[in-house]
């Protein structure tokens, strides 16, 4: 017995040896698999840390992002999507213009028992040319820490005074980069108009 034994422990590190290590598509299938077959087996809550480990995983390869990005009306409380959007692109001055938007795909590092990120911010005023009339860089850093990794509920909030723009279109173009890893950057433009 104890010959056969080792012959399969043999034959079975040879055959992991010869394997290609799992790829990150290959990991993430798995997890969908494994939520996949909780789900059906009954077992909601497995399924649902499988799907969690599948997001994680895919968080740390996608690039830094946004989404839900939209003016608001007023500055939003802490809570996550709470915010109540501005009707259209319209403002006036001393109006301020006040971009809520969900970041997503940035870095975390653990410090102690927190998961901690970093952004940092910039923004510019550009004409209805492209001309670029004034902004601000280095905003921030917007940090949040957690004992979750890959916080999904995260919010950016950036108001600017818009006094002094006379009548006509503008955009909005802002920056972020991820502050622990500033290889990772998006940036999106955000159109508005001031109106008399």
């Not at 109540?84 to 001393?94: L, N």
């Not at 600017?160 to 909005?172: F, N, R, T, W």
């Not at 890893?181 to 998006?186: E, H, L, Y």
């Amino acid at each position: 017995m104890a010959k056969k034994t080792t012959f399969l422990a043999l034959t079975l590190l040879a055959v992991l040896a010869g394997s290609a290590p799992l790829t990150a598509q290959d990991t993430v299938s798995t997890h969908l698999s494994q939520a996949a077959s909780a789900y059906q087996s009954g077992d909601h809550i497995g399924a649902l840390d499988a799907l969690w480990a599948a997001q994680e995983e895919i968080w740390r390869l996608a690039p830094l992002g946004v989404r839900n990005v939209a003016f608001v009306t007023d500055q939003p409380d802490n809570n996550f999507g709470t915010y109540q959007p501005k009707d259209g692109e319209d403002f006036k001055a001393p109006e301020p213009l006040i971009l809520y938007c969900e970041p997503i795909g940035f870095t975390q590092v653990k410090t102690g028992d927190t998961y901690k990120y970093s952004i940092i911010g910039a923004f510019d005023i550009l004409d209805s040319t492209g001309r670029v009339l004034g902004g601000q860089k280095n905003l921030g850093p917007y940090e949040q820490s957690g004992y979750r990794t890959f916080i999904t509920e995260s919010t950016l909030v950036m108001t600017i005074g818009i006094q002094g723009l006379p009548a006509g279109s503008y955009v909005m173009r802002v920056t972020l980069t991820d502050n622990l890893d500033q290889t990772k950057s998006v940036q999106l433009d955000k159109p508005f108009k001031i109106v008399e």
